[in-house]
């Protein structure tokens, strides 16, 4: 019990997360679909968020849960919603909420989201955020939320990777050491100070004065130094300064300039292609179809052009010197190696689950191993230097059996009996009930 509750509160908290790091994707879509109910249908995805997640974890059927999610989005599409346009963005916006709580129960969140990615997303979003916030006249009223949640997105993710840092600093041959509880105050104590100056230095008048003031005067002092032993002549006389008081004209009243209309029209087209997306996303998610025909696309797009700047690449250095030293880094290989590396990311994320039933005897005895050691590190008992037999060891005893068969499908070179189909299926059983 103690686990599947230490499990909720790092699904509310992930979550949260994530939330921080879309949200100048998600407070840009519903700004521009639904305007008035913007802070109840951002308050609404996280809610129906920590809903499936706890529903998926009392429910172990995945067709009913996901059955419930489409109930629970229309009912709150229809009372959030005002027009076609604000139904469709509720009701995709929620559901891929939705959809996430209960990804965030079935598997890790190194493996949906790595800190990475969200540093990669959340700060690019933010920075092209603040400049469509700033300078479109239907956004600007929210540029304050929006700083405010990207200055707690930084400081969450702050303390997010230097807790990932000292746990990979205490990692000592693959086996992994908890971090003594000093070492972890002393660290929290210096990032929380680095923080306070930080905050200090670009919201205080006063202290940005007293630094630039004594900074001006240690430069005056040693520049006066110098000047004393450069030459005879008398030092140059200040002119006196004049007023500080600025000689500015007085407001007037104009139309929207032509970059501001411009931003403008760009930040809508912005909303609508995120729209476009996000359809397509919950399409493929639902319908294997649509899924196919988007990779295809996306492969088709992807293959023009790199034909087309492979051959103009190739045409431009016919004629050119080609140097026969060996090249210690290999740009083929490490972009082959990205796109493995992608493809397993997405394949993680909007992969369906496998069916057991459809399973041959073989990947049914890999597959069981899988949930069982996905349950240990939901219970975190999980190491990542523990081998086969270990995770099977500490598992339940009903399982153990489990470690022959298992020995059997990855060193030998028959087939599994047919006797052994019922025991697989006792197992199967038992880790659906649990």
Not at 81 to 107: D, H, K, M, P
Request: glycine content about 4%.
């Amino acid at each position: 019990m103690q686990a599947r509750w230490r499990t909720i509160l790092s699904t509310f908290l992930h979550g949260i997360i994530e939330f921080l790091a879309f949200f100048p994707i998600l407070l840009l879509i519903t700004v521009l679909t639904v305007n008035e109910t913007v802070y109840y249908l951002l308050s609404g995805m996280y809610l129906l968020f920590v809903l499936l997640a706890i529903t998926r974890l009392l429910i172990k059927q995945r067709p009913v849960v996901l059955v419930i999610a489409l109930i629970v989005t229309s009912l709150f599409t229809v009372v959030i919603g005002e027009n076609l346009l604000s139904y469709n963005a509720s009701f995709i916006l929620v559901f891929v909420a939705s959809y996430r709580g209960v990804q965030y129960t079935e598997s890790n969140w190194e493996e949906l989201l790595p800190t990475r990615i969200l540093w990669a997303i959340g700060l690019p979003c933010y920075f092209v955020g603040y400049l469509l916030f700033s300078y479109i006249d239907s956004l600007t009223d929210f540029r304050g939320v929006l700083s405010g949640v990207g200055t707690i997105f930084l400081i969450v993710m702050l303390f997010v990777t230097n807790k990932e840092h000292l746990q990979k600093e205490s990692l000592n041959k693959g086996k992994k050491h908890r971090t003594s509880q000093e070492m972890k105050r002393m660290n929290y104590f210096y990032l929380t100070a680095t923080i306070l100056v930080v905050f200090l230095l670009t919201n205080f008048q006063v202290i940005q004065s007293f630094l630039y003031h004594s900074v001006r005067t240690v430069l005056q002092a040693f520049v006066s130094f110098i000047e004393l032993f450069s030459s005879d002549e008398p030092p140059m006389e200040e002119p006196p300064q004049q007023s500080t008081q600025p000689m500015l004209p007085t407001d007037e009243v104009s139309e929207p300039s032509r970059f501001a209309e411009i931003m403008e029209q760009i930040g809508i087209v912005i909303g609508i292609i995120l729209v476009i997306l996000a359809v397509l996303v919950m399409l493929s998610l639902i319908f294997k179809k649509v899924r196919n025909l988007v990779k295809k696309t996306i492969l088709f797009i992807w293959n023009a052009l790199k034909q087309v700047f492979t051959s103009s690449r190739s045409e431009e250095t016919d004629s050119e010197y080609t140097d026969e030293k060996e090249n210690l880094f290999d740009w083929k290989n490490w972009r082959k190696e990205k796109q493995e590396e992608i493809k397993a990311r997405l394949q993680t994320i909007f992969g369906r689950r496998v069916k057991y039933e459809q399973l041959s005897s073989e990947e049914k005895v890999r597959f069981l191993f899988r949930e069982i050691s996905r349950e240990l590190r939901k219970q975190d008992k999980w190491k990542p230097s523990m081998t086969a037999h270990e995770v099977l060891n500490i598992s339940e005893k009903e399982y153990q059996e489990l470690q022959q068969m298992y020995d059997h499908v990855r060193y030998g070179e028959d087939t599994l009996a047919e006797s052994y189909e019922s025991d697989l299926t006792a197992i199967w059983n038992k880790l659906q009930r649990d």
